[in-house]
């Protein structure tokens, strides 16, 4: 079993950054696929940003050029830096980390933060 841990979020005003990190509870030595989603009221969840174990990045089209996901060198932890932010990026994100085995695939997802963009 792993654990994803996030942190971040928060009240920002349109224009603002904001920072989101995403922590596993141990290392992954599969193939894997970390990132962030998010959700607005009546929808269905979307992708912000991924990044894979072998270094891959991935956007969601919405945030393209203003989101950046990185990755720290122990590779247990990333991080999504998001700038000019608009009110509609605000909704509740979730983290997620998608774990490949021979055995199949398993998806483990973080409570979710919380990010409002209003001025």
């Known amino acids: 079993q792993v654990q994803v841990v996030e942190s971040g979020g928060g009240v920002v005003q349109p224009g603002g950054s904001l920072r989101l990190s995403c922590a596993a509870s141990?290392?992954?030595?599969?193939?894997?696929?970390m990132g962030w989603y998010r959700q607005l009221p009546g929808k269905q969840r979307e992708l912000v940003a991924s990044i894979t174990s072998d270094g891959r990045t991935n956007y969601g089209d919405s945030v393209e050029g203003r989101f950046t996901i990185s990755r720290e060198n122990d590779k247990r932890t990333v991080h999504v830096q998001m700038s000019s932010l608009k009110t509609e990026d605000t909704a509740v994100y979730y983290c997620n980390l998608r774990i490949t085995t021979m055995r199949g695939t398993d998806d483990y997802w973080g409570q979710g933060t919380q990010v409002t963009v209003s001025s």
């Open positions: 141990r290392s992954i030595f599969s193939f894997y696929v």
